[in-house]
């Protein structure tokens, strides 16, 4: 596709949460913190399965994989929002701002189908325990890793090219928190029905397909659940269900509702906040949700910490 012009926008203007100037501040304290415990929270994930060889398993691998995307899509979002809450500097250069797009798709890409491929992890674990070796061998597990990350990266470098080709020229102000696609999309000097229909395709296949397999496969799983004679067991299990089903839907409705409709007629106040349920909650409760209710990693964190206290001189 022939790129047109655009020598009129050299930059964008990232209005982000202007329209309070009463709350910047407050929002830059608040904002800060949660992106601090995330990368806290998920680095520790990250650490604590690399150094416990138990750990070394597809369920546990997929959420060492699943915390390194939530680091980087927050990183991806969260500096340049900072940034603009704390000096008012709100201009990104044009290259920085499709930059930022690419990681947000790539990353965002690469979470939905990790998610997917973790419920058909869990499924094959407590719906066919006795085959699950089978079903879920090293070779399965590379393939569904490498397979998240290839379509994240397709997903990423289609999608911002597409975009990157429309001409800009003027008005130059996004009135969201980031360079995502819906927002910038507005500002193009030409018409982008094709791919407007292209990106309701293919949120259809990267978000809904896998969103509903994922509840298929939690349906299978609490109907296995409920075989489980222990009263205790079940509800364990029911409210581990429920807990990674509450994060899923988080991420995976909002992320519809702003991509399947580009240019929908959600205000911009809503879509903002829309983006910050996928991009600022869900990296914060993924690690809660994953990992602080699992004994197993529990208990490898008190073994990890302990190894630490014993290995220091006194």
Same mark, same amino acid.
């Given at each position: 596709?022939?790129?047109?012009?655009?020598?009129?926008?050299?930059?964008?203007?990232?209005?982000?949460?202007?329209?309070?100037?009463?709350?910047?501040?407050?929002?830059?304290?608040?904002?800060?913190?949660?992106?601090?415990?995330?990368?806290?929270?998920?680095?520790?994930?990250?650490?604590?399965?690399?150094?416990?060889?138990?750990?070394?398993?597809?369920?546990?691998?997929?959420?060492?994989?699943?915390?390194?995307? *939530?680091?980087?899509?927050?990183?991806?979002?969260?500096?340049?929002?900072?940034?603009?809450?704390?000096?008012?500097?709100?201009?990104?250069?044009?290259?920085?701002?499709?930059?930022?797009?690419?990681?947000?798709?790539?990353?965002?890409?690469? *979470?939905?189908?990790?998610?997917?491929?973790?419920?058909?992890?869990?499924?094959?674990?407590?719906?066919?325990?006795?085959?699950?070796?089978?079903?879920?061998?090293?070779?399965?597990?590379?393939?569904?890793?490498?397979?998240?990350?290839?379509?994240?990266?397709?997903?990423?470098?289609?999608?911002?090219?597409?975009?990157?080709?429309?001409?800009?020229?003027?008005?130059?102000?996004?009135?969201?928190?980031?360079?995502?696609?819906?927002?910038?999309? *507005?500002?193009?000097?030409?018409?982008?029905?094709?791919?407007?229909?292209?990106?309701?395709?293919?949120?259809?296949?990267?978000?809904?397909?896998?969103?509903?397999?994922?509840?298929?496969?939690?349906?299978?799983?609490?109907?296995?659940?409920?075989?489980?004679?222990?009263?205790?067991?079940?509800?364990?299990?029911?409210?581990?269900?429920?807990?990674?089903?509450?994060?899923?839907?988080?991420?995976?409705?909002?992320?519809?509702?702003?991509?399947?409709?580009?240019?929908?007629?959600?205000?911009?106040?809503?879509?903002?906040?829309?983006?910050?349920?996928?991009?600022?909650?869900?990296?914060?409760?993924?690690?809660?949700?994953?990992?602080?209710?699992?004994?197993?990693?529990?208990?490898?964190?008190?073994?990890?910490?302990?190894?630490?206290?014993?290995?220091?001189?006194?």
């Amino acid at each position: 596709m022939k790129r047109q012009n655009q020598s009129s926008v050299v930059e964008f203007i990232l209005l982000g949460f202007s329209n309070f100037p009463e709350l910047q501040q407050q929002l830059f304290g608040v904002f800060l913190v949660v992106y601090l415990v995330t990368l806290l929270g998920n680095a520790i994930i990250i650490v604590i399965i690399s150094l416990e060889q138990s750990l070394h398993v597809p369920m546990y691998l997929f959420l060492q994989n699943l915390s390194v995307v *939530e680091v980087s899509f927050s990183a991806a979002i969260m500096p340049e929002m900072l940034v603009v809450l704390s000096t008012q500097k709100t201009s990104i250069s044009f290259i920085r701002c499709f930059a930022q797009m690419y990681f947000i798709l790539f990353f965002g890409g690469t *979470e939905c189908f990790l998610l997917g491929a973790m419920a058909y992890d869990r499924f094959a674990a407590i719906c066919h325990p006795l085959s699950y070796s089978m079903i879920m061998n090293k070779r399965v597990f590379m393939k569904l890793l490498m397979m998240s990350w290839a379509l994240g990266f397709m997903l990423g470098t289609v999608q911002t090219t597409w975009v990157f080709s429309f001409p800009f020229c003027g008005p130059n102000e996004i009135n969201h928190i980031s360079c995502e696609t819906p927002a910038v999309l *507005e500002l193009a000097c030409a018409d982008t029905f094709l791919f407007e229909i292209y990106a309701f395709t293919g949120t259809i296949l990267i978000i809904i397909v896998p969103f509903v397999l994922i509840l298929l496969s939690y349906i299978r799983i609490l109907f296995a659940i409920l075989k489980i004679p222990s009263a205790t067991g079940r509800q364990k299990a029911f409210s581990t269900c429920a807990s990674h089903l509450t994060s899923v839907t988080l991420f995976y409705g909002t992320a519809s509702m702003t991509y399947l409709q580009p240019k929908s007629g959600y205000s911009p106040e809503t879509k903002k906040l829309m983006s910050l349920s996928y991009s600022l909650l869900t990296p914060l409760l993924n690690p809660l949700i994953y990992s602080l209710r699992n004994s197993e990693m529990k208990r490898a964190l008190v073994k990890l910490w302990r190894r630490q206290v014993n290995s220091l001189p006194f």
